[in-house]
């Protein structure tokens, strides 16, 4: 019910703000904050991922790809995007990455491949 100029004006009012907050509250990882992270892991890891060695997580990355394979492509929200599965450790390093999936699919079938890979199989240790 409103028009595109006043939603266009408040978004920009309201990102304005996050930008000048971001400044204060996100922080870029430096040798000081990774081993403040290191040193206070088991603080809260010991407690509530006691046995994991690593975190994954997936995201979408915008891509261009050929008419004819822009179905296979298109995420839930009808953008073109590529599927990538990462994984990083608790010190804030990316351990490993796996790209290339169309934004179609699902992250249980990309890290069942992932797991099964050949070359290069995504490995969780014994017990973890």
Known sequence: M?????????????????LRLGKDLIKHVTHDLSLAIR???HVWANTYFKDCVEAVDGTFISVTV???DQL???????????NVFVA??????????FAGWEGSAHA????RA??????????VPRGK
């Open 108 to 111: 249980s079938r990309i890290l």
């Open 66 to 68: 050929p008419l004819e």
């Open 114 to 123: 992932a797991v099964n890979n050949g070359m290069y199989p995504f490995t």
């Open 2 to 18: 409103r028009s595109l100029e006043t939603i266009f004006k408040y978004f920009h009012v309201v990102l304005k703000y996050v």
């Open 39 to 41: 040193n206070n892991h």
């Open 88 to 97: 990083c450790s608790f010190d804030i390093k990316i351990i490993e990455i």
């Open 72 to 82: 296979r492509y298109r995420s839930k929200k009808g953008d073109i995007k590529q």
